[in-house]
């Protein structure tokens, strides 16, 4: 009985450590994601090529130092979330997650790679220069693959929170 007890303990805390951990990479997924992305609209906007610089140079660091790990560790968390709670991996909801944490990914990847060609582009331009049609381009295609992406994580909170078709 006592095992019993301290068994179920210890699994109840390591299922609370592995939602804190799932929880706070999430947060950092969605709000490195939403910051930078309120930034490099926001320099673009300017029209400034060295806020544009700057922006674009920080955005690839950020993106490096809070997205990377949280979009490693999401998936892990999850993983084990999942066999804590028993949640069989063949579910329609799990099936409806992983569909969405792939679009995620694949409109995150090139995200990055653009963010960082934008960062290559403008880091020798002066003050004065105007911003090349590359730019531009790259830009519009960095904006057209947030959405797709910030659809799927908001869908994932949805999912996380009211579990569809696991009742």
Do not use: C
């Amino acid at each position: 009985m006592a095992q019993r007890l301290l068994r179920e303990n210890i699994m109840l805390y390591d299922y609370q450590f592995l939602k804190l951990i799932h929880i706070f990479s999430s947060t950092f997924l969605w709000g490195t994601g939403v910051g930078t992305a309120f930034f490099m609209v926001m320099a673009h906007l300017s029209n400034n090529t060295e806020t544009i610089q700057r922006t674009t140079k920080h955005v690839v660091i950020a993106d490096w130092l809070f997205t990377t790990p949280a979009f490693i560790v999401q998936p892990i968390s999850g993983y084990f979330l999942m066999k804590v709670l028993h949640y069989d991996f063949e579910s329609q909801w799990f099936l409806v997650v992983a569909a969405l944490y792939s679009i995620m990914a694949i409109a995150w990847f090139p995200v990055v790679y653009l963010q960082d060609q934008m960062r290559k582009i403008t880091k020798n331009l002066n003050a004065a220069d105007e911003l090349p049609a590359r730019y531009h381009s790259l830009f519009k295609r960095w904006i057209s693959l947030g959405f797709p992406a910030a659809f799927a994580v908001i869908s994932l909170f949805v999912l996380m929170v009211y579990k569809p078709w696991l009742a």
